[in-house]
Every structure is written in C-alpha cells, then in structure tokens.
C-alpha cells in the first residue's frame, strides 16, 4: 500500500516558522499533483497549497507569500515552509498525493496522519 507520513509540526509562536514535510512510500508507480491541507478545531478542512510533479505550484490567498511548497521528486517528499504564522494558522495539516500505483492503474488520492501546527499570539 502507499503511506504518507508528515513531520515537522509543533508550537511556534505568532511571526515564526516552521517546516513541514511529507514523506511517500510504498508501492508507488509514480506521484502526480501533491498538496497540503490544514483543519483548525471545529472547522472543515481546507486546502492549502498544491505543486505539480512538474514543479507548478498554487496557493490558498490566506497563504501566499507567506508559505512556500516544494518537492523532491527523487525522494517521494513534499514540504511546506511556513513563514510569519499567525494564531489562525493554528491546525492539524495533512498532505495529500495522487498516486498511481503500477503502469496502467488509476490514480488515487492518499492521505498523511496530519501533523498539529499551533501558533501562540
């Protein structure tokens, strides 16, 4: 099966930064579009920031110019640089990928666990 596992959340306080990462595995035939997303507590869960396997990315307006997303295609990683974060940037944020998992099949979304984000004012 595929597995995302993302890393690199915790407890920042407000004007500071964070990275975080998403790493793929398993049976991966190839990764097309990979994006992040964030739920803040009692909230739907919204989209944040998406890249392309060719390196295209698009932002959330709430993010732009404050975050930037970026992968490595070699190593099956997506990563989100957070800068000057702000209290409503408090969520759980989840990676997403679109996978294909052998020549021919389908592609189909996966999901990380999620990593928290809190941001202290």
Do not use: H
């Not at 990683?77 to 020549?103: F, H, I, W």
Request: glycine letters at 12%; proline letters at 2%; one cysteine or more.
């Amino acid at each position: 099966q595929v597995e995302l596992v993302e890393s690199g959340g915790g407890l920042v306080q407000a004007g500071g930064s964070l990275r975080l990462s998403c790493a793929a595995s398993g049976r991966i035939w190839s990764i097309n579009d990979m994006r992040w997303y964030r739920q803040a507590p009692g909230m739907q869960r919204e989209w944040v920031a998406g890249i392309s396997n060719s390196g295209n990315t698009v932002y959330a307006d709430s993010v732009k110019g404050r975050f930037t997303i970026s992968r490595d295609n070699a190593k099956r990683t997506v990563s989100l640089q957070m800068y000057s974060l702000k209290p409503e940037d408090t969520a759980v944020y989840y990676c997403n990928a679109d996978v294909r998992t052998g020549l021919g099949l389908a592609e189909y979304g996966y999901w990380g666990q999620g990593t928290q984000v809190t941001v202290s004012s």
